[in-house]
């Protein structure tokens, strides 16, 4: 129940702020929270996120019972581009981009409470 994204064209900093967000909540909570995040990278994560729910409704996974197990944040590729400066020189600009990694697993089952009276 894996979904990954490659090549995201945002640094990794700034996705990671999103990631950390919905990291350990259930799948809908996920979602629901990302609809109203008024960051840039909270829509690709949330199609990210419906990924791996649909990949786990393919293996006949119950999707309602999902969270959000583990979401990775990696540096991708880095594009070099080069701004003129004074006096003839160039400086280089660093365009990063992401690798978004989601793993979601079952909530686990509640155990039942054992009392804790003493018999006499």
Request: hydrophobic share 40%; aromatic share 2%.
């Amino acid at each position: 129940m894996k979904a990954t994204l490659t090549n995201y064209r945002q640094s990794p900093r700034k996705v990671r702020l999103v990631a950390n967000a919905v990291k350990g909540k259930s799948v809908e909570r996920a979602q629901a929270e990302l609809s109203y995040m008024p960051k840039r990278a909270a829509d690709p994560i949330k199609k990210l996120i419906n990924s791996a729910a649909a990949n786990a409704a393919k293996d006949g996974v119950d999707t309602s019972n999902l969270i959000i197990k583990n979401i990775e944040v990696n540096q991708g590729l880095v594009m070099k581009r080069f701004m003129p400066r004074a006096m003839g020189s160039a400086k280089p600009i660093k365009k990063k981009m992401s690798h978004v990694t989601v793993a979601l697993s079952e909530k686990p089952a509640e155990k039942a409470k054992k009392s804790n009276k003493s018999k006499k």
